[in-house]
């Protein structure tokens, strides 16, 4: 069982940035994956990064390519989401998952586990 506990958001102006932190309990195994996924309100949750816990492999969504940055620390089994540049379409809950993504861990469907959720807030 894995046990993840989002942090870090909050309230920014655009241009500005926020690093989210996932701090993870329980054991993991090779193929091991982390994610970030957000939702809008009134809209369905999508993809925004994920990287592969053995290798340190990124993959991002085209929205938020250069701006924002996944990263991980294996030994506080924490995962972090430096956001840069924020728009006010990035406004949105943040979710941490964590999961053994048969394909490129793009998809909800590929993570068993998740954190219950960050609040960003992007204002003019």
């Known amino acids: 069982q894995v046990q993840l506990v989002e942090s870090g958001g909050g309230s920014v102006q655009v241009g500005g940035s926020l690093r989210l932190s996932c701090a993870a309990s329980?054991?993991?195994?090779?193929?091991?994956?982390r994610g970030w996924f957000r939702q809008a309100p009134g809209k369905e949750r999508e993809f925004v990064a994920t990287?592969?816990?053995?290798?340190?492999?990124?993959d991002y969504a085209d929205s938020v390519k250069g701006r924002f940055a996944i990263s991980r620390d294996i030994a506080k089994n924490t995962v972090y989401l430096q956001m840069n540049s924020l728009k006010a379409e990035d406004t949105a809950v943040y979710y941490c998952?964590?999961?053994?993504?048969?394909?490129?861990?793009?998809?909800?469907?590929?993570?068993?586990?998740w954190g219950q959720g960050t609040q960003v807030t992007v204002s003019s």
């Open positions: 998952a964590a999961g053994y993504p048969p394909g490129r861990g793009t998809t909800q469907s590929e993570y068993a586990y």
């Open positions: 329980g054991r993991t195994f090779s193929g091991y994956a």
């Open positions: 990287i592969s816990w053995n290798y340190g492999t990124t």
